[in-house]
C-alpha cells in the first residue's frame, strides 16, 4: 500500500475511535526510516490501547500488517511500526514529556 493511503488509513482509523490532537508529520526529508510519523493522544491507558488496536485491524483488512507494535502492555505509549508509516498513540502527559513534534520540526536556517 502507498504511504500517502495508508497515512490516511491510520488518521480514520485514529478519528473512528475519538484520538486527540492527531497530527501527521511528512519526515520523509529527514530520515530514509520512515515517510510519515503520525502521533496521537487518547484519553486513558484503555483508549490509548484501543486506538492501537483500531489502527492495526483497519489495516489488516486492507491487508498490511504492522512490522512491529510496542508498549501495548502498559498503554501509556504505543507504538505501531508500518515502515513508512510509524504511528504514536500516547497518554497526554507521555506526548507532553517526550514532545515528539518538537523533535521532527526542521528548524528556519534562512534568517
Aim: aromatic share 6%; with cysteine; net charge negative.
Amino acid at each position: 500500500m502507498e504511504a500517502d493511503t495508508l497515512k490516511q488509513l491510520v488518521v480514520e482509523a485514529l478519528d473512528d475511535l475519538k484520538a486527540v490532537n492527531t497530527v501527521t508529520l511528512d519526515v520523509t526529508g529527514l530520515t530514509d526510516v520512515t515517510d510519515y510519523l503520525v502521533i496521537a493522544s487518547g484519553t486513558s491507558n484503555r483508549h490509548v490501547k484501543s486506538l492501537a488496536d483500531n489502527v492495526c485491524m483497519e489495516a489488516k483488512k486492507e491487508g498490511v500488517r504492522p512490522l512491529g507494535v510496542e508498549g501495548e502492555d502498559a498503554g501509556e505509549w504505543v507504538l505501531v511500526d508500518f515502515g513508512d508509516v510509524v504511528v504514536h498513540v500516547m497518554l497526554p502527559a507521555t506526548r507532553d514529556f517526550y514532545d515528539l513534534e518538537r523533535l521532527w520540526v526542521q528548524p528556519d536556517v534562512s534568517g
